[in-house]
Nanobody, 114 residues
Framework: QVQLVESGGGLVQPGGSLRLSCAAS????????MRWYRQAPGKERELVAH????????NYADSVKGRFTISRDNAKNTVYLQMNSLKPEDTAVYYC???????WGQGTQVTVSS
């Protein structure tokens, strides 16, 4: 059974940083690409970042390029999202996703506000 547990969210001031983590279990983690999505109130869920199983390639939404970094530790079955220079429009619930499995975690709330 696939399990994805996100953590690391919180309240941060504009310009601040947060590091999100997603602990995965129930599948061979290193064999699958992973993604981070986010969903703001009243908006559709959007793809934020993608990383291949071997970390050989990453992709980002234009809105976060240069500010966010996705990474993974296959020994720990964990994917990360380092978020710098946060803006109020980054406020959302952030979810990780294992490509090909269709399961979602509970998400972690990120609020950027002064």
């Amino acid at each position: 059974q696939v399990q994805l547990v996100e953590s690391g969210g919180g309240l941060v001031q504009p310009g601040g940083s947060l590091r999100l983590s997603c602990a995965a279990s129930g599948f061979t983690f290193s064999s699958y690409a992973m993604r981070w999505y986010r969903q703001a109130p009243g908006k559709e869920r959007e793809l934020v970042a993608h990383i291949t199983g071997t970390s050989s390639s990453t992709n980002y939404a234009d809105s976060v390029k240069g500010r966010f970094t996705i990474s993974r530790d296959n020994a720990k079955n964990t994917v990360y999202l380092q978020m710098n220079s946060l803006k109020p429009e980054d406020t959302a619930v952030y979810y990780c996703y294992a490509v090909g499995w269709g399961d979602w975690g509970q998400g972690t709330q990120v609020t950027v506000s002064s």
